[in-house]
């Protein structure tokens, strides 16, 4: 398989090829390239609280693209569909969402609910907790619980 070299080794975190010709992506190797997308306001903390967990996936790819293997792509958010292809050790195709403590985590791919914070291992050291029933049902204003915890670790050195 031919790598598609305009769409590899490429940042593109935030867009979508949605206006791309589909064939212009198909049948070839997407290398080292990042698609990620923040998730949309209708998949945010507060809205899935109340809606149970809204998908935070964008479509980013145009329909009809097909046989693309993505090779260690940052594709976080993004819907891969048909007959597309994800591998590498660095690869990424989780659904991701800000929470209301301010922090990224990664949602359960069926559920859609936060299942690991992604500063899990910072929090741990710090002693604060990491399981997702301590996430505040109503989003914080200001500073994020990261923030606040870097501060504190800063004060007692």
């Keep these: 398989m031919a790598r ?17 010709d589909p064939a212009e992506l198909s049948g070839g190797e997407i290398v080292g390239s990042c698609f990620a997308q923040e998730a949309p306001y209708k998949a945010d903390a507060s809205h899935a609280r109340s809606t149970g ?10 329909d009809g693209m097909h046989d693309v293997t993505f090779i260690n792509c940052n594709l976080d958010n993004c819907i891969i569909e048909g007959v597309n292809v994800v591998v590498g050790e660095r690869s990424n ?29 910072w929090y741990g050291r710090q002693g604060e907790s990491v399981d997702p029933a301590d996430i505040p049902a109503r989003k914080r204003k200001g500073e994020t619980r990261f923030s606040r915890s870097r501060r504190k670790a800063r004060a007692t050195r």
């Excluded at 989780?94 to 500063?119: C, F, H, Q, Y």
């Design 93 to 121: 195709n989780r659904k991701i969402r800000v929470m209301n403590d301010g922090d990224d985590w990664i949602l359960d791919d069926v559920t859609n609910a936060p299942k690991e914070s992604m500063l899990e291992k």
């Design 53 to 62: 967990h809204a998908s935070p996936l964008v479509k980013v790819f145009p």
């Design 4 to 20: 598609i070299e305009k769409y590899s080794a490429i940042d593109c975190t935030g867009l979508t090829l949605l206006g791309i």
